[in-house]
């Protein structure tokens, strides 16, 4: 599928050569085998990649919303149709199970069809002015050249999430992806040469993080950073980005709570708890992190997710029918252990799993795990786990488990089990978290705002909120002669 040596850089609409020597291996985390070598570039080739988008921003930004539409559409199209192709490129460098792959290529697409949709709805304002010798208004312009830093967990649709509303805006962007997963990114620089994109209008770097990233923090030419990750490294951003007040979008690191009422219904909720702590084999920024479950149904609820669990099937993304892949490397299966370790010396049973597998492949395996008589003070009720277990805890009131859900420095996601739509809307309203799931695990789509508060990150992505991003609102104050 790939050469030993990959072109990744992609700059005013060239693939620039690479030398062996700046070479990083991506391996595939399933089996650890060599899957192909990236450039690990640095400064030099950012810099070109930021020249290349600032000279190519005046005619991007000035072209129609409808004419920038037309070239999202396509690379839409091209998306959807490789879907299959992309899936298993991303399950390759990536882990997670194709159907979780081809899924997540088509939800990527699906984010350029939005903001091709969106891209000729930039509406500005005209304000009624408190004086008729004034007539006022407020256009939305695109801010300029975007740093995209983007994640491994989602590598296709974290993407998309960022350019599309950013392209359809009129910025132009200089893209950089995690080192784990470039392939992804490479193949979408592919879509948009093939859609047409103009050179220099969408541009990718893979390599150095810490000097990609210093070079679009510092180069007066950026004028925004869009960044998903950790919220350390979003904290960094914020620091450093200070030098120069860039705008800053960032989505960051969660810690959801799922509340499971006494009325919930139970073979409902314990599917929907494991779609939420299992997609991705728990490496989603949204994922169950705490499970808060009602005395009443405790025991059944817990009987009934164990025996569900017992049934995922671990094993490659390639094979058929497995429901967890491999963690992304060996350090994130040491940070899970460390969890499960903490909370057993504090005291947790462990239902099921509780530690590595590697009966059948070389790969980062961790058993689907589930803890019991939990508490407080263990890590994991209040780290970001990212693997696969889930902590039980009961609860008998209302107010107490808004506020135990509540007593954290993230505000991702959360979510709440009830067939009882008073309590549902009164929790949602009560929870401090950018986005609440009411008998639903999946919120992310493109019609809405996706985003975190408290320590989870500053701005939206997705809906008309997501483009609203990339523009700035000018204010024109126009003085007229009323006679
Ligand atoms: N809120 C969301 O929408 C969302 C979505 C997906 C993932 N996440 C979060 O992302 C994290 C997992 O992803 P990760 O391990 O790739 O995160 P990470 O913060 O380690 O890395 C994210 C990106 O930042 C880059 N980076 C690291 N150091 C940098 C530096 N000094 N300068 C510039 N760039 C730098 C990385 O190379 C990568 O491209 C989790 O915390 C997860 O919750 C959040
Ligand atoms: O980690 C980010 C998850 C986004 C999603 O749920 O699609």
Redesign the pocket.
């Known amino acids: 599928m790939f050469e030993s040596l990959t072109k990744s850089i992609f700059i005013n609409g060239k693939w620039e050569a690479i030398s062996e020597a700046h070479t990083e291996t991506i391996y595939n985390p399933a089996t650890l085998e060599p899957i192909t070598k990236v450039a690990h570039a640095g400064a030099k080739e950012t810099t070109k990649a930021i020249t290349a988008a600032d000279e190519a921003f005046p005619q991007w930004s000035q072209k129609t919303g409808r004419e920038r539409s037309r070239y999202l559409y396509k690379a839409y199209q091209l998306m959807q149709e490789d879907a299959e192709r992309l899936g298993k490129i991303l399950t390759m460098e990536q882990g997670k199970p194709l159907n979780e792959a081809i899924g ?1 290529v088509k ?1 990527a697409a699906n984010f350029l069809l939005w903001y091709a949709e969106e891209a000729s709805r930039n509406y500005g304002e005209w304000l009624p002015s408190s004086t008729n010798s004034k007539r006022l208004m407020v256009i939305p312009q695109a801010v300029g050249v975007v740093g995209a830093i983007t994640p491994w ?2 590598p296709s ?2 993407i998309t999430r960022k350019l599309a509303p950013a392209l359809a805006a009129g910025c132009t962007v200089v893209l950089k992806p995690a080192p784990e997963t470039p392939l992804s990114a490479i193949e979408i620089m592919k879509i948009f040469e093939r859609a047409g994109v103009p050179n220099g209008v969408v541009n990718l770097v893979t390599g150095d993080a810490k000097a990609i990233g210093q070079q679009l923090l510092t180069n007066k030419v950026v004028q925004h950073i869009t960044f ?1 990750g950790s919220t350390a490294v979003g904290k960094y951003l914020i620091r450093e980005s200070a030098q120069q007040v860039k705008k800053l979008s960032l989505e960051l690191g969660g810690h959801a709570p799922s509340i499971v009422f006494a009325d919930a219904d139970l073979d409902k909720a314990t599917s929907l708890v494991i779609g939420s702590k299992f997609r991705n084999n728990g490496q ?3 994922c169950t992190n705490r499970l808060y479950v009602h005395q009443h149904i405790a025991n059944d609820f817990a009987n009934l997710l164990k025996v569900k669990v017992s049934q995922l099937k671990l094993g490659s993304g390639l094979e058929n029918e497995v429901d967890l892949g491999p963690l992304i490397n060996q350090k994130a299966c040491e940070k899970v252990h460390d969890h499960v370790k903490d909370a057993t010396e504090k005291g947790a049973i462990v239902e099921c799993g509780g530690e590595q597998w590697n009966d059948k492949l070389d790969g980062h395996y961790y058993k689907p795990t589930i803890l019991s008589n939990i508490s407080d003070e263990m890590k994991i009720m209040h780290e970001e786990t990212f693997g696969p277990v889930i902590p039980i805890q009961t609860f008998t009131d209302e107010s107490e488990v808004i506020k135990q859900a509540n007593n954290t420095d993230y505000g991702l996601a959360a979510y709440v089990f009830t067939e009882n739509t008073n309590r549902a809307i009164r929790v949602s309203e009560k929870l401090d978290y950018g986005i609440v799931g009411v008998n639903d695990v ?3 789509t493109p019609e809405a705002p ?1 985003g975190g508060i408290k320590q989870s990150g500053i701005g939206k992505e997705g809906g008309h909120h997501g483009m609203d991003e990339f523009l700035e609102k000018k204010y024109i104050s126009i003085g007229i002669d009323s006679k």
């Open positions: 997540e939800g967990n989602f649709s974290m998903t989603t920024c949204i999946f919120p992310a996706f």
